[in-house]
């Protein structure tokens, strides 16, 4: 069974808004990942943040782990239609190898 | 190269064929991993190599489903006598260094249907 759970599942917003994803996890690990999928596409890093980290940017991305609460939420802001994909998050488990994936979140920015 | 590398891109089978999805990855990287997802669904893993050691396959389905990489660098997954509940995209990842915490890169995948 996949690890990461996230939330919505689905979500439509307005380009410009602000789209909030979270990803929540039940054991310990050693780093989040944020990816993203276009239809029918590969999947696309977008940010690592590791266990001792509390929050990273990059570019209109904002990630915040809370590994007391085996949680994590990924914010693009200022949205485009461009970021309309499904988005995973992904977590590397203490001492294992494997990287588990959640169900992810659909986004849908309408232009 | 300058990405994951997989072939073949689409590959539909008759149900009982054999097949073997190739992966390249990016060259020097350590680690790959093996996963395949389903419509709709986030990629469930498979199997991990760290060079040609196969330290993880806890995610092969079934017996019929074979993993190698003889030397360190291109790795093979193998179905046999493929079911329709086989149809996904297998998609592969390398990782430069297990013990660098550093990100995947996948390649595009390669989208299997059993007919």
Not at chain 1, 42 to 64: A, D, P, Q
């Amino acid at each position: 069974s996949q690890q990461g759970e996230e939330d919505p599942q689905a979500l439509s917003i307005q380009e410009g808004e602000n789209a909030t994803m979270n990803c929540s996890y039940k054991t310990s690990i050693n780093n989040l990942q944020w990816y993203r999928q276009n239809s029918g596409r590969g999947l696309v890093h977008l940010i690592l943040i590791r266990s001792n980290e509390r929050e990273k940017h990059s570019g209109r991305l904002r990630v915040t782990l809370d590994t007391s609460k085996k949680s994590s939420s990924l914010l693009i802001t200022a949205s485009r239609a461009a970021d309309t994909a499904s988005y995973f998050c992904a977590t590397e488990k203490t001492g294992g190898f494997k990287t588990i994936f959640g169900a992810g979140t659909r986004l849908f920015v309408k232009a | 190269g300058a990405g994951v590398s997989q072939s073949p891109r689409y590959k539909v089978a008759k149900r009982g064929q054999d097949v073997a999805l190739r992966c390249d990855p990016i060259s020097g990287h350590v680690s790959l991993f093996w996963y395949q997802q389903a419509l709709g669904q986030g990629p469930e893993f498979l199997t991990y190599f760290q060079n040609e050691a196969q330290l993880d396959k806890s995610g092969l389905p079934s017996d019929r489903f074979f993993a190698e990489r003889p030397e360190g660098s291109v790795s093979t997954l193998k179905i046999q006598r493929t079911q329709q509940e086989d149809s996904a995209v297998y998609l592969c990842a390398s990782s430069l260094d297990p013990q660098m915490n550093t990100e995947a890169f996948f390649g595009q995948g390669t989208r299997l249907t059993v007919v």
